[in-house]
């Protein structure tokens, strides 16, 4: 075989290998035993279609990219007490994989170290120091009959939006980890799950001295960050939320009057979670966009002001890995210049959205543009240009009904013009011989 045809095959086996990276996610984690504690979590992903490789976090062949293109598109790191990350893997390489569109779930414990502090401060989440938990003496389980750190997290403490969080939860979250504060000057970071009233992390065997890193409702649970290329991050403070004891577990909180739960919240829950984070839930895309004059099908070269125009298309959203027609109604269309001249809401039907709508009396460079962004959703823009001219003289309407007083006094003055040269061309004046007389 010559040289070139091993270059071809070279070249074929990349592209192959490429091709099918489809959901492709790198799991890492302390040991491998966390890939049978939490079994149940990745059997679900494998059964949505993720193809997963596991590795220890200090593994020395970890990379995320060969010959300038990711491997993965995915990131999961179970891997809370990694102090150094092994080959060609370190936040700044993370940061940059979440730069490049990838996605990345992240879950913690007491024993989080510097490298996970550090990946959620570069996002805008600042967990509680190492050996500290989150601690409720009220809102525990009753089979943690010790530190109270084997919290009941209320189905009203997890936000309600359905792409993130999916439907609303039947039976409380258990959940044992560390706490964590978002910033509350970044647009992008959402929290996913708080505490209650009760609920405050610290450390466990210390009596407290300081204001705890989190009390109260402000103390985070589960956060997530969207950045501006739609890439998703999910940071979570309990590792034991996605394992088999959490996921099976029964659930009664400590607090009197309260309901047994058979089974815990936390399997809906870390399955609606995850689909999100790796973009099989709340994802939309638009195809077909359309603009034209009522009465016509194709849109036209120019527009005159004042025209009447219909705007449409078509908006999908992924839900569960498959793509059905939008049904937002919140969905609106600017006609843009430098500033948006009108806003509209547009009319959903079965996913195609429409409105009509009349140009404004100012002609130039305008854009039909599209700009939704909604919490759980991607960031969906759309924008089409299209010159704007005024009328030409054969468009306008000969006689205007503002313009009658105009006309009233132009025909007046013609009429008052005409009587006064008839009186002075047509009088006789009185003769110097009728003037003696």
Known sequence: MGPHRW??????????????????????????????????????????????????ADNSGLALSKYGEYIYQHLVIFSPSVTEFGGKLNVRTILKFIDDGGNVLVAANPSIDEPLRKLGSECGIEFDETKTSVIDHVNHDTADQGKHSRIVVDPDNVIKNVPIAGK????????????????????????????????????QDEKITVYPHAVGRKTGLVAAVQARNNARVVFAGSLDMFSDKFLTASVESARPGS??????????????????????????RYTNVKHHIVGESTPPQFYTIEDDVIFSLHIEEKVDGVWQPFAGKDVQMEFHRIDPFVRLP????????????????VYGVFRFQVDYRSLGYTFLYSASQVPVRPKTHVQYERFIVSAFPYYAGAFSMMIGLILFSSVFLFHNAPSEKSKTE
């Not at 560390?178 to 009760?198: A, K």
């Not at 089974?263 to 999100?276: M, P, Q, T, Y």
């Not at 547009?346 to 009396?361: C, I, Q, Y």
């Open 168 to 203: 609303p939860l039947s039976a409380p979250l258990l959940f044992s980890g560390v706490g964590l504060v978002v910033d509350p000057d970044n647009s992008l970071v959402t929290t996913i799950v708080h505490g209650s009233g009760s609920t405050y992390s610290y450390y």
């Open 7 to 56: 270059l071809v095959a070279a070249v074929l086996c990349v592209c192959l290998q490429l091709a099918s990276a489809g959901d492709k996610t790198l799991v890492l984690l302390d040991d491998h035993s966390l890939a049978y504690t939490h079994s149940i979590f990745f059997n679900s992903l494998r059964d949505r279609g993720f193809d997963l490789e596991f590795a220890t």
């Open 259 to 284: 309901q047994r739960f058979e089974k815990s919240g936390n399997e809906d829950f870390v399955r609606a979670l995850s689909a999100w984070t790796f973009h099989h839930s709340g994802v939309l």
């Open 346 to 361: 547009l009319v959903p039907s079965n996913g195609d959205f429409s409105v009509r709508f009349t140009l404004p009396d």
